[in-house]
């Protein structure tokens, strides 16, 4: 979904900018940063493989495209690659930020290796556009990104949803040397306890939407935010989802993404020297 954001920090006082560490740019440097201007599938599909996949949003949303017999979608949420979209970001001059794969996980168990290749070529063609790269599949990514020089131009993100599952695929995006690390937290099924943040630039939380959203507690979203503020990590927080800060079940425009009465859209230096307004 696209939309307009920027670094800061509603309401801050004067002494919460004074305990912000040095990685962390200045809210009041001027900047242009959108969190995703297109989506880019050159596949689509996927498997659930964690928790955090029970109510896939996309599931849903391939349902409705098969109905409407958009390419990709013949067998519904089956994964397959799409190799009429792969030269898209191609075609496009302007700088673009482009989130892949947002309709399937670009290193899901099926994708082949050449079609891999193909993704990468692509990317590698386009230095003028930003590819943000989240997966729940960390082992797969690794070892292919492992053994190649990762683009400049690429984000890297892992889902980390629980504790059993997301937490290890932390450790493999950590020792992937890509320009951004970024961790999405969303949706956030539980209390993490203690993260090992050495490495990340970048920790989005957010709750879960939808009529079957799973209820986010406050606590656990405080815990993180703290962990990010000890360790010098950006912290955002996207939103709360259908289920509120009070614990209520309504709407997400009306839970909002306040917390404690403040709108957290931290972004590491490096991101907000690269959107930065000359």
């Known amino acids: 979904m696209k939309s307009n954001i920027s670094a800061t920090v509603g309401s801050r ?50 349902t409705r495209l098969q109905a409407m017999g ?7 949420f089956e994964f397959n690659t799409v190799p009429s979209r792969l030269n898209e970001p191609l075609r496009r001059k302007k700088p673009t930020v482009y989130f892949v794969n947002s309709m399937s996980d670009t290193f899901h168990e099926d994708m082949p290796r050449e079609y891999l290749d193909e993704i990468f070529n692509v990317i590698e063609q386009t230095p003028q ?11 797969r990514m690794y070892d292919y990104l492992s053994q190649r020089t990762i683009p400049r131009n690429v984000w890297l993100g892992v889902t980390v949803d629980n504790r059993k599952e997301g937490l290890p695929r932390i450790d493999k995006l950590r020792n992937l040397q890509a320009s951004v690390l970024f961790l999405s937290v969303e949706p956030l099924l539980e209390d993490l306890g203690e993260i090992n943040l050495a490495g990340i630039h970048l920790a989005i939380v957010g709750g879960e939407s939808g009529h079957k959203a799973r209820p986010m507690e406050k606590d ?5 935010k ?40 931290q972004y590491p230096e490096i991101i907000e020297q690269q959107f930065a307004v000359k």
Request: proline fraction near 1%.
């Open 70 to 76: 958009v390419e990709g979608y013949e067998n519904g």
């Open 220 to 224: 656990w979203v405080l815990n993180i």
């Open 13 to 62: 006082s004067k002494s919460s900018n004074k305990e912000e560490t040095s990685n962390l740019k200045s809210s009041k440097m001027k900047h242009k940063i959108e969190w995703t201007e297109k989506t880019w599938n050159p596949s689509a599909g996927c498997t659930k493989v964690s928790s955090g996949c029970k109510n896939c949003y996309a599931e849903t949303m391939a």
């Open 129 to 139: 556009h930003t590819y943000q790269i989240l997966t729940k599949r960390a082992n």
């Open 226 to 265: 703290q962990q990010c503020e000890t360790d010098g990590i950006a912290f955002f927080f996207k939103q709360w989802g259908t289920w509120g800060e009070d614990g209520i079940k309504r709407s997400k425009k009306l839970n909002g993404k306040e917390l404690d009465g403040k709108v957290w859209q």
